[in-house]
């Protein structure tokens, strides 16, 4: 179905692997738009979390395919950053968590699809950076944006204006990801999350996303107002009553999403 994407169905979490080892799972057009397809397919109430991955042991994306992009124009690269950016704004507003198991390098669009995600989980090797300015452009994926957000204004002001790539130690040190761990244990791990997530009430973790997402640059009473709104919300699920009732009663809740 896919020419460069791998999909796996683990009961409620799914699986999508970026496979071009060739290029080190660069980003060119064709990826992009699978994975826009892909998310335009994705069934939320089937699937409960999205783990993203690479092919291969050496990379979680190695950038955006500047083969690709060497002949652009202006108005052509603005295109180009357009697209992948749309892609990458549908995946964090996806409306299940989204795990990203980087392997490897995650350089530029690799760095920027990771940042796109809401859990970023890495092996020992892995490196991350933003190295555009070293081929004469700026981070087009929105890295500019989030890297920002996540590491803070000063950091990735260095990171960006110098290119510099880091190890997995210092992207956690940075607060760039949630966790290390052994490349044979990453994918594991990463499933492990996934799981854990799965086994919550769905229509809660969906709702905690939104708050997370929508209310980050809101002034405080509105954010708050946001929240109160959305708990109120819980209330009319029949998770909300199940789940209540097996805590009183000492019980274990299935939930069924309703």
Do not use: W
Not at 91 to 119: K, Q, S, Y
Not at 168 to 185: C, F, T, Y
Not at 189 to 202: L, T, V, Y
Not at 209 to 227: G, Q, V
């Amino acid at each position: 179905m896919y020419q460069h994407l791998k999909i796996e169905e683990r009961g409620a979490v799914a699986l999508l692997t970026i496979s071009a080892p060739k290029s080190l799972n660069a980003l060119n057009s064709t990826i992009l738009n699978e994975i826009g397809e892909y998310l335009d397919r994705f069934d939320s109430r089937r699937f409960r979390c999205l783990v993203i991955t690479g092919d291969g042991e050496k990379s979680f994306v190695a950038g955006a395919d500047i083969s690709e992009m060497a002949s652009l124009d202006a108005a052509q690269g603005e295109a180009f950053g357009k697209r992948g950016a749309e892609v990458f704004r549908r995946l964090e507003t996806l409306p299940v968590p989204v795990i990203a198991a980087v392997n490897g390098f995650a350089l530029g669009g690799g760095c920027e699809l990771a940042m796109a995600c809401d859990i970023r989980l890495c092996s020992d090797n892995a490196r991350f950076g933003q190295p555009e300015v070293g081929l004469g452009i700026i981070p087009g994926f929105s890295g500019t944006v989030r890297l920002t957000r996540l590491v803070g204004m000063g950091m990735a002001k260095q990171l960006i204006y110098t290119g510099r790539a880091v190890k997995a130690d210092e992207a956690l040190r940075i607060g760039l990801v949630n966790e290390v761990v052994p490349q044979a244990d990453l994918m594991g791990r990463a499933i492990e999350i996934a799981d854990s997530i799965a086994a919550q009430a769905p229509l809660a973790v969906q709702a905690a996303k939104r708050c997370i997402n929508d209310t980050f640059d809101l002034p405080a009473d509105e954010a708050i107002a946001y929240e109160n709104r959305a708990f109120g919300q819980c209330f009319s699920t029949e998770d909300q009553k199940a789940g209540m009732k097996a805590f009183l009663e000492k019980g274990k809740c299935e939930f069924v999403g309703r």
